[in-house]
């Protein structure tokens, strides 16, 4: 960047959630151009008296990241570059000091000392290695509200305060945003000593309250680990919370924590000692009715190994006698869709396997290939399908705030998420916009961004609609592609499947890298990629202009199931 398009940026499109972009290009603009990470967090440390190990997480991870992808920095090995710096005079670079300064001072002006509240307000040192452990463990997003790292600086607090008792065990740690840990602190006025007391809290005559220490396997602060003594399988194990508690959904956000890391380090342990082990089943039984038979809380961690039953299909699913085995994959859509009967389709000698599809240049075998997918929409769910194929995008940029959110829960997720399990855990966490202070106008300014998008930067497209609470890759994918067919597709693990049988196509290795059930948004870049790729290619070679990445997806879709 020049002079001219760093003034440009630091006065009209550096966009502040905290004080770290003006400080971080100051430091860089002040050491010529070059600055080490260490020297970046230090200059945050004038305005903030934590930790450096902290600040340099802080810079690797969001500002610099933030920096680097609006092209003005730069990273090489542990320095940042400002882009083009020598071609700055020492006179532009004094102004364009001047500029952040005046950036910062008015941001400070207008937050005064709520900007560090959050950090005052947290009692003693946390290191940088908990810090680290605590954000992987919430995937760098904030527990409470889900906003990313990249969105909204995080901070690592204690669940439990220390002045109240709280300790310092990795499980009394949680990640929340800057305006959710604020939000906290005014408005929660929990008695934490009887939270803390309740973590002592023993049944007489129980039999996980009562397990003796030689029993144990392994324990942290809230939960221990023993051997099930009428084992599934070799290495089936028990995870039990200290404190006496019926079932899972009375257990604290610190007991989920201590549980959570007590089977990851399970999980890795049974894997290195016995390398037979290829999966788990994670079992709770909650109530007498799901068949609980020892009423304080306990998770089964069943180590799996290849031929251990003839046919593990199903998993879980054999707990009801004869629903175990069906003979379609599970689909967040599968409630809208069932798979065709020849009597529908006209015979299997007209379906091709899709590496052949995929390579044919008949139109007319992609045709019947298209129509395939309406075969297997259910009748009850057609209107519904048909409304989404024809959704008009000037309706979406007529949508006041209540009239989106109302579309999302009503229509998209609908439609997306039929299975009624899926669509309850998904709207949930969509009805959380109407709790939230501003929390409509939150969600109506991301659809502000969604109308504005230029639909070809997939990138940009899938981040935006991944804020939406609710949505993962999958369902932002499938947002898009109802919203601009022309550019986006659906994807999800039935698309990576049928492409992976694709073949010889220049993403195999990344296909075959891809987890399915938990695509990232480069997963998505890379597929949608190859959906267009293909679209174009139709068109091209059939001379037509009317094959489009959702309907590339929605065969893909059929071959995958």
Same mark, same amino acid.
């Given at each position: 960047m020049d002079f001219v398009e760093l003034k440009t940026f630091i006065e009209k499109s550096m966009r502040m959630s905290h004080i770290y972009q003006p400080v971080m290009l100051m430091t860089l603009l002040e050491k010529s151009g070059k600055a080490s990470v260490r020297d970046i967090a230090t200059s945050i440390l004038i305005h903030d008296e934590s930790q450096i190990e902290y600040y340099e997480a802080i810079t690797k991870e969001m500002v610099g990241r933030v920096l680097r992808k609006r092209h003005v920095a730069e990273k090489a090995g542990m320095d940042f570059e400002l882009i083009d710096f020598n071609r700055l005079s020492s006179e532009q670079v004094t102004e364009l000091i001047g500029l952040c300064r005046a950036k910062l001072k008015d941001f400070k002006d207008r937050r005064g000392a709520r900007i560090w509240q959050h950090r005052k307000l947290s009692e003693g040192y946390i290191?940088?290695?908990?810090?680290? $452990?605590?954000?992987?463990?919430?995937?760098?997003?904030?527990?409470?509200?889900?906003?990313?790292?990249?969105?909204?600086?995080?901070?690592? $607090?204690?669940? !439990?305060?220390?002045?109240?008792?709280?300790?310092? $065990?990795?499980?009394?740690?949680?990640?929340?945003?800057?305006?959710?840990?604020?939000?906290?602190?005014?408005?929660?006025?929990?008695d934490f000593r009887k939270v803390v007391e309740s973590y002592q809290h023993r049944e007489q005559g129980c039999i996980f309250c009562d397990v003796t220490p030689e029993r144990i396997v392994l324990q942290n602060e809230l939960c221990f680990v023993v051997a099930d003594k009428f084992p599934v399988t070799p290495g089936h194990t028990l995870i039990i919370p200290k404190r006496h508690v019926a079932d899972y959904f009375d257990l604290g956000q610190p007991e989920l924590n201590a549980v959570h890391l007590l089977l990851e380090q399970l999980k890795r342990?049974?894997?290195?000692?016995?390398?037979? !082990?290829?999966?788990?089943?994670?079992?709770i039984n909650c109530g007498e009715t799901a068949g609980q038979?020892?009423?304080h809380c306990h998770i089964?961690?069943?180590?799996?190994?290849?031929? $251990?039953?003839?046919?593990?299909a199903g998993g879980?699913?054999?707990?009801?006698?004869?629903?175990?085995?069906?003979?379609?994959?599970?689909h967040e859509d599968s409630a809208r869709h069932e798979p065709p009967t020849k009597?529908?389709?006209?015979?299997?000698?007209?379906?091709l396997p899709i590496a052949d599809l995929w390579r044919s240049t008949d139109p007319a075998v992609w045709k019947r290939a298209l129509d395939r997918y309406w075969q297997f929409v259910q009748p009850r769910n057609l209107e519904l399908e048909r409304a989404m194929e024809r959704l008009d995008m000037e309706r979406i940029r007529r949508l006041d705030a209540q009239s989106w959110y109302d579309f999302l829960r009503c229509e998209y997720f609908r439609w997306k998420y039929t299975a009624p399990n899926r669509y309850a855990t998904t709207t949930r966490a969509l009805q959380k916009y109407t709790s939230l202070p501003d929390g409509l106008s939150e969600l109506h300014a991301i659809r502000d961004q969604l109308v504005q998008l230029d639909p070809s930067n997939v990138q940009a497209g899938l981040s935006i609609a991944c804020q939406i609470r609710g949505l993962g890759t999958a369902g932002a994918s499938g947002l898009l592609a109802v919203m601009y067919p022309a550019y986006f597709a659906t994807v999800d693990q039935f698309v990576v499947k049928a492409l992976r049988g694709v073949g010889?196509?220049?993403e195999d290795a990344e296909l075959a890298q891809m987890n399915p059930e938990s695509l990232t948004v480069a997963n998505g870049v890379t597929l949608i990629g190859i959906i267009r790729r293909k679209a174009a290619t139709n068109n091209k070679l059939f001379g037509e202009a009317s094959w489009t990445p959702r309907k590339i997806d929605q065969i893909l879709w059929t071959y995958g199931r």
């Open positions: 290191s940088g290695t908990i810090r680290y $452990d605590v954000l992987k463990r919430a995937k760098f997003r904030c527990e409470l509200c889900g906003i990313s790292a990249e969105m909204k600086a995080l901070e690592v $607090d204690h669940i !439990v305060p220390r002045n109240k008792g709280g300790s310092d $065990d990795p499980s009394n740690f949680q990640a929340l945003c800057y305006s959710c840990n604020a939000m906290k602190r005014d408005r929660d006025d929990t342990q049974l894997r290195e000692s016995d390398p037979m !082990v290829k999966g788990f089943n994670v079992g038979t020892v009423l089964h961690l069943i180590p799996r190994r290849e031929g $251990d039953v003839e046919n593990p879980i699913r054999h707990l009801i006698p004869g629903k175990g085995n069906y003979s379609n994959n599970s009597e529908k389709y006209g015979g299997p000698e007209e379906i010889r196509l220049p």
